[in-house]
C-alpha cells in the first residue's frame, strides 16, 4: 500500500513539474516575445546603422537574461511561500504534506528556469534574425 501512494506521490510531482516548466517557459518567451516587438523599431534602426544580428541580439537577449537573473531568488522565495501554504492547507488526518526542501529542490528550480529562458531566447533570436527591417521601418507608431 505505502509503494503505492510513493508511486502515486512520484507521478503528482512529474505531473507538476511538467507544468511548472511549461509555465515557466510561457512568462520567458511571453516576455522576451513582448519586447521583441515593442522594441523593433528601435533593433531594426540599430541594424541599418551597421549592427550585426549577432549584437542586436546580444542587446535584447541579454536584457532578457539579466531580468530572468534578478527574478529567480524572489520567484524561490515565493515558491518556498507557496508551498508552505499548501502543506498547511493539506493538513488534515487523512492526508499530511511534509515541507522538504532539499540542494536537489533549488538545483531542478534553477536549472528548469535556465532550460527554459535559453529555448524561449532560442526562438526569439530565430524571429529576430528574420525580422523585415524595411517593414518595420515603415510602420508608423
Not at 510513493?6 to 516576455?31: D, E, G, P
Not at 549584437?55 to 531568488?73: C, D, K, W
Not at 526569439?124 to 521601418?137: F, K
Request: aromatic residues 8%; glycine residues 6%.
Amino acid at each position: 500500500m505505502a509503494i503505492a501512494r510513493a508511486q502515486n506521490l512520484k507521478v503528482f510531482i512529474t505531473v507538476l513539474i511538467l507544468f511548472a516548466c511549461i509555465i515557466t517557459f510561457s512568462m520567458v518567451y511571453n516576455s522576451g516575445r513582448m519586447a521583441l516587438t515593442e522594441r523593433s523599431r528601435e533593433l531594426a534602426s540599430l541594424r541599418i546603422m551597421g549592427f550585426t544580428q549577432g549584437e542586436v541580439s546580444t542587446i535584447l537577449l541579454g536584457e532578457q537574461a539579466i531580468v530572468t537573473l534578478a527574478a529567480s531568488p524572489s520567484g524561490i522565495l515565493i515558491g518556498i511561500g507557496f508551498s508552505a501554504l499548501m502543506a498547511r492547507a493539506y493538513d488534515s488526518e487523512l492526508c499530511r504534506l511534509p515541507l522538504v526542501f532539499t540542494n536537489a529542490t533549488y538545483v531542478v528550480t534553477i536549472a528548469g528556469v535556465l532550460l527554459a529562458a535559453l529555448l524561449a531566447g532560442s526562438l526569439i533570436r530565430y524571429q529576430l534574425d528574420r525580422l523585415d527591417l524595411i517593414a518595420v521601418l515603415k510602420t508608423r507608431e
